[in-house]
T-cell receptor
Framework: GNSVTQMEGPVTLSEEAFLTINCTYT??????LFWYVQYPGEGLQLLLK???ADDKGSNKGFEATYRKETTSFHLEKGSVQVSDSAVYFC????????????WGLGTSLAVNP | DTAVSQTPKYLVTQMGNDKSIKCEQN?????MYWYKQDSKKFLKIMFS???????INETVPNRFSPKSPDKAHLNLHINSLELGDSAVYFC???????????FGPGTRLTVT
């Protein structure tokens, strides 16, 4: 079946540090991959996505590359800010899956000034 | 203009009561969802409706009953509330099979 595995948090970084949050997946066929972000007290919002192998999604300085050979979609940012403190969710969507997103457990990020 | 809205934002109630949460989307999407998020931020899909038809019904106690009066609305009614129902409930919507989901701000339900 389909599944998503994310690195466990919480992750605590200093401002301007490099961020990597690992995400690997198991899926049949060719899923679309997503990173969602949840800021404190808010709903989730899409951060970036990739729909086929070797695609790179990017937004707000964050990037993730769809790697089919390693079944991974790691989230990276070169220099985090305090305002990036949030919970990050990796997810996949597979055709014929009744439009259901398969979610990772979420990784909490705290950035200190 | 809020894309996905939920009411109420906070709901505090006693065990055994019945309550409803309402959701509306003005994005013209054909699919709506209810999620439950626990205190550890784990996100669990509960229900999904496509064009007012139930398409996802995960293992959820039958005390939870969704209702979709039209494509833009999806309500969640909960009977006989229990302590374990305390969580944040999110509504979301999407268009098409693999498009992104748009989330509401959440309803924090506290059962005492």
């Amino acid at each position: 079946g389909n599944s998503v595995t994310q690195m466990e948090g919480p992750v605590t970084l200093s401002e301007e540090a490099f961020l990597t949050i690992n995400c690997t997946y198991t899926a049949t066929g060719y899923p679309s991959l997503f990173w969602y972000v949840q800021y404190p007290g808010e709903g989730l919002q899409l951060l970036l996505k990739a729909t086929k192998a070797d695609d790179k999604g990017s937004n707000k300085g964050f990037e993730a590359t769809y790697r089919k050979e390693t079944t991974s979609f790691h989230l990276e940012k070169g220099s985090v800010q305090v305002s990036d403190s949030a919970v990050y969710f990796c997810a996949l969507s597979n055709a014929g899956n009744n439009r259901k997103l398969i979610w990772g457990l979420g990784t909490s990020l705290a950035v200190n000034p | 203009d809020t894309a996905v809205s939920q009411t109420p934002k906070y709901l505090v109630t006693q065990m055994g009561n019945d309550k409803s949460i309402k959701c509306e989307q003005n994005l013209g999407h054909d699919t709506m969802y209810w999620y439950k998020q626990d205190s550890k931020k784990f996100l669990k899909i509960m229900f999904s409706y496509n064009n007012k038809e139930l398409i996802i019904n995960e293992t959820v106690p039958n005390r939870f009953s969704p209702k979709s009066p039209d494509k833009a609305h999806l309500n969640l009614h909960i009977n006989s509330l229990e302590l374990g129902d305390s969580a944040v409930y999110f509504c979301a919507s999407s268009q098409g099979g693999t498009e992104q989901q748009y989330f509401g701000p959440g309803t924090r339900l506290t059962v005492t």
